[in-house]
């Protein structure tokens, strides 16, 4: 921290200084010996001998003019690269000491003490320590970097003079050395060979130091070609899946580099670098791999299925990327139907690291730029092509019909996991893996996404896909004020959503425990909300919530009438902090906790009971929920002692005009 850098520059100066001392040895040279050898005067044997001579020395001197300004330009590099990161490392330990932390001399982060901002929770240490040792870290990255370029800048790599004279090709970026080593011990991984300990780390650090470097990236990409990418991933993840061991982490970091070092490069998708590679690529894609993961079913990778694997590994692609590989991926899949089919089970923990269905993960790595799910889902040809058109069967499994086995498609163990994530963010505007992290976008784009969702799922009736009940009853929580005026709404035609669609969608949710837990558990918030923001006289909102809460009892028991659908064995699940329901105030919050208790109380008194009498109506399995709504709309509304007035038995009567409404929007006859 306290190294004068500017000694960086001065020796810099130095070495251009030497570049042109050479240059004037050069034209000396030229002048009063190689020209006067290279005259008709002397000829022969000798002369021709001396001549190759002294055409090696004046080349000399050239190279030694490139060397020396390669040299000269590394130290300008190096200057100005520690200068910013030592600048980081300084705005980081202030960061930390402002927050109230202690930084020691040898950036070591402690609460402080005698500071009343001070953070009381230990925890709070870590994230200071975590930034201050990166900025560390980034600094001893950068300087192994440098070293090894100033190494490679004075390595002759001409047989002119031997391999002992001076570097005509000397660079003056000391990534595009670092870039030059990485290619060396990456070709050599991607052959099947082996790097020791050392260079190992030199790749994970190289990766590390040059994440953010186009010119790196682009250089390595360039090296191994589309096709050398993909068989590299491939034989990464032999590596970390099926030999495993110690060193799967190690390996695993490479590939995380490696993916990094693939968004980085393809940032800029107008240009004429990216466009080429797109078009290696979907050659690449298409074709097949022998690896060791497939062979154990012996089968082979499809191409897009390894680069998928591999991006999954990084973050900060550029939206346009993931929009057009996705694209080519479904034209591909379009073309070639099947062309995704695998033998074996890829999914959950074990094995779904493997993006057998690559559009699926296309759309998983979309979901975390919940802005750009937003847009392409809000494309009416993407939305129909993956809810109506797109054939979802990429695993092929053995149904043991014949000596030999015939193997049938069907859905992945891991269907639309991805779709689900981005149809998530794209109409809630929030990324599913941070769910803490707030909303992005357009919120009409993010309601258009929601509303082409809950038609084309409406109209799937029981084929409604399971794997998209959990994060449709998230998006139903997210625009849970739309979803509550639409199911109180008398006047279908005034309703905000359509209330069929609304009553189909709610139905088949609810056939799912946790997906039933979250949309009820959740739209309490909205029920609450409601009646906290009407400060009129009017029970409009007490006889609302009374309305929704009987809408959804009919989607439940309708739900629970399909004999495909087992009984709950535990009462649901439901996290109050749930990060998709709108934030309200700490009366809501307080009033929200208080109904989402009863209705849990409901629904274990609900299994005590197994619902025995089939004669119950369906609303009394609600009457905790349903008193403690009228509870709350007494703290907020007074009713100025009028008897003829009682808030239970008005949502009481709510609830079965909401359930009657739902009935009729199922066309289920009322028994």
Do not use: C
Not at 375 to 392: Q, T, V
Not at 459 to 480: C, I, Q, W, Y
Not at 540 to 547: D, F, Q
Not at 615 to 644: F, P, V
Request: zero cysteines; glycine letters at 10%.
């Amino acid at each position: 921290m306290t190294t004068d850098l500017a000694a960086l520059t001065t020796a810099a100066e130095r070495w251009d200084g030497m570049a042109g001392e050479f240059e004037k040895q050069e034209a000396a040279y030229r002048r009063d010996v190689h020209g006067i050898s290279m005259s008709t005067s002397w000829i022969g044997l000798s002369a021709d001998a001396a001549n190759a001579r002294f055409d090696v020395t004046l080349k000399e001197f050239q190279y030694a003019q490139t060397e020396a300004k390669g040299i000269a330009s590394l130290l300008r590099d190096a200057h100005e690269r520690f200068v910013e990161l030592r600048g980081r490392v300084v705005a980081a330990r202030w960061d930390a000491v402002r927050a109230g932390m202690k930084v020691s001399e040898a950036g070591v982060v402690s609460p402080g003490s005698g500071q009343p901002d001070t953070p009381g929770d230990p925890h709070a240490v870590q994230p200071w320590q975590d930034r201050i040792t990166k900025a560390v870290r980034d600094v001893t990255d950068a300087d192994e970097g440098v070293r090894i370029a100033l190494a490679g800048a004075v390595i002759d790599s001409e047989l002119l003079a031997g391999g002992r004279g001076f570097n005509g090709r000397a660079m003056g970026d000391v990534e595009a050395y670092e870039a030059e080593e990485t290619e060396r011990y990456l070709r050599k991984l991607g052959r099947g060979g082996e790097l020791t300990d050392t260079q190992l780390a030199e790749l994970q650090r190289s990766f590390r130091d040059n994440s953010e470097d186009e010119g790196f990236s682009r250089m390595v990409l360039d090296d191994l070609g589309p096709t050398g990418t993909i068989k590299l991933t491939n034989e990464l993840n032999d590596r970390i899946h099926v030999q495993g061991g110690a060193g799967a982490g190690t390996y695993s970091a490479i590939e995380t580099g490696l993916a990094n070092a693939l968004a980085t490069a393809t940032k800029h998708t107008k240009s004429d670098w990216y466009r080429k590679w797109r078009a290696g690529m979907r050659h690449a894609g298409l074709e097949h791999y022998a690896t060791d993961a497939q062979g154990l079913h012996l089968d082979k990778a499809v191409g897009y299925q390894s680069l998928v694997t591999l991006m999954q590994k990084g973050h900060g692609y550029a939206p346009g990327v993931v929009e057009d590989l996705t694209d080519d991926m479904i034209a591909a899949e379009k073309k070639h139907p099947g062309v995704w089919q695998v033998k074996g089970t890829y999914a959950g923990a074990r094995g779904g690291w493997f993006a057998n269905d690559p559009v699926d993960g296309m759309l998983g790595i979309m979901s975390r730029d919940p802005a750009e799910a937003a847009r392409y889902l809000h494309s009416d040809a993407h939305m129909k092509y993956l809810m109506n058109d797109r054939d979802w069967n990429v695993t092929l499994n053995d149904e043991g019909t014949s000596k030999g086995g015939h193997y049938v498609p069907r859905l992945d163990g891991d269907d639309r996991v991805g779709f689900g994530a981005a149809l998530q963010a794209g109409a809630t505007g929030i990324d599913p893996a941070h769910p803490h992290g707030g909303r992005v976008g357009d919120r009409a784009t993010n309601d258009a996404v929601f509303k082409s969702a809950l038609t084309y799922l409406a109209d799937k009736g029981d084929e409604f896909p399971a794997s998209l009940r959990e994060p449709m009853a998230n998006v139903l929580v997210n625009h849970g004020d739309a979803v509550h005026a639409a199911m109180s709404e008398v006047d279908v035609a005034h309703s905000p959503l359509d209330q069929r669609q609304l009553f189909e969608v709610a139905k088949q949710v609810s056939k799912d425990e946790g997906a039933y837990g979250t949309l009820n558990g959740g739209m309490n918030q909205s029920l609450v909300s409601d009646i906290h923001r009407d400060h009129s006289n009017s029970p409009g909102s007490l006889t609302r919530a009374g309305r929704t809460v009987g809408f959804l009892e009919e989607a439940r028991v309708q739900a629970a009438g399909d004999p495909k659908v087992a009984e709950f064995e535990t009462k649901p699940f439901f996290d109050k902090a749930i990060s998709y329901i709108p934030v309200g105030s700490s009366d809501v919050q307080a009033g929200f906790d208080y109904v989402t208790e009863q209705w849990l109380a409901d629904e274990q008194r609900k299994l005590d009971s197994k619902q025995a009498d089939a004669n119950i109506q369906a609303y009394t399995t609600r009457n905790g929920q349903l008193m403690a709504l009228a509870e709350e709309w007494k703290k907020i509304h007074h009713t100025d002692g009028n008897s003829y007035f009682d808030p239970k038995v008005e949502v009481n009567k709510s609830a079965r005009e909401g359930i009657a409404q739902a009935t009729g929007m199922s066309g289920v006859q009322p028994k």
